[in-house]
């Protein structure tokens, strides 16, 4: 079922003009086919071709809004409305008009789900609940990790500038900023596995993983591997990566980012339990309501309701349980997540302290989206304790 509301469409294509239609079409594939907005977006520029630049510009530009002031624009907009209509009260809506109107709820001057917010200001504060809000209504930069196995940053920096206007990462010793948005698969330098997109809060995550030359690291939930990317040049080739995900698809896309990165000391996880107790390090990157990335992803809050929360805690905790097995006793489990609700961070860590055979080490990292800045991501690093045989028993084998 669409997580859009029911709205009528006219019969026949609009003519208005050529974005218009495109506009149209869009909106009505993207309700029809819920997908990850950017990969939405990605593969609609490829089977529609004879959009240009400006193009497809406009539309993302328009996808975005609309998807991120649903909320607004649904309490704005007639109950059933055409298509015509529904766009173009996306069009012309100006949220921040709405920013003090008392009589809207404040979820819905914010555009954010109701519950969602409830948690935030309960968590945070209203004041600061809001500002989290409307950093997350805003645009996201567009921000890159250099591939330190094949260049430095200054040089990096240096190639790049004489064609974009690029600027390091306050934070990050590895980011930088693109000013704009470009079609970044195009560039050399993209192509030469010299860089990579990555959020400068992602980038500040995986550097939990603290991994030395000879280690041998598992990264969990790997997803297409944009935190092995981070730190794989730790290890100096020394040492062995692993790489787990239960999607084949998003593995498959792994193998081909880090074949162009130049890493090859790393591998898909093999299948039973011969790497039991033998990793030094384990990142568990465990899927989250992604709260702290709405910015990108303005799709995801239409989905976040308490019921899916509650499935996402129950799946984190187990993935870590499955995932613990690997770990080495006085090994290291990094804990991350992309959110901003401490259902999935700081009680999630409070639950495998006292549940499962680790300690916490040092403090939570955290990060809040910040205008202009990064995402908002958790980690905490959890060492495995050392084996409990009193009694005769294994603790460890317990989990």
Known sequence: MSIFPRILYTAGVS???????????????????????????KNYYQNNRSLGSKDRKFLGDLLYKAIRW?????????????????????????????????????????????NFFALLEEQWGTEEAVQLCTTLNQNAPTTARVNEL?????????????????????????????SKRLPIQTLPEFREGLFEMQDEGSQLLAMLVDAKPGDHVLDYCAGSGGKTLAFAHRLKGKGQIYLHDIRKGAL???????????????????????????????????????TGTYRRNPDLKWKFTNDFLEGLVTLQREIVKNALAYLRPGGSLVYATCSLLKEENEEQVAHFISELPLELQGAPFRTHPLPGGMDGFFGAVLNMRPLDISNGLNKRLEV
Not at 28 to 37: M, N
Not at 168 to 178: I, K, L, N
Request: net charge positive; aromatic share 8%.
């Open 70 to 114: 649903k909320g607004l624009i649904d309490q704005l907009a007639p109950k059933e409305c055409t298509a015509d209509e529904w766009l173009k009260l996306a069009r012309t809506v100006n949220p921040s008009s709405h920013s003090h109107n008392e009589e809207l709820p404040m979820h819905l001057r914010l555009s954010m789900p109701k």
């Open 252 to 290: 498959e896309r792994a193998k081909r980012r880090l074949r162009r990165a130049g890493i090859q000391n790393a591998q898909q996880l093999p299948s039973g339990k011969k790497l039991f107790g033998k990793m030094d390090w384990v990142l568990v990157d465990v899927p989250c309501t992604g």
């Open 150 to 178: 094949k260049i430095s940053r200054p040089e990096l920096l240096k190639r790049l500038s004489s064609h974009f206007e690029v600027q390091e990462t306050p934070f990050s010793p590895s980011g930088f900023f693109f």
């Open 15 to 41: 003519s208005e003009q050529y974005r218009t239609t495109h506009l149209h079409k869009v909106w009505l594939s993207f309700q029809q086919q819920p997908q990850p907005l950017d990969l939405f977006l």
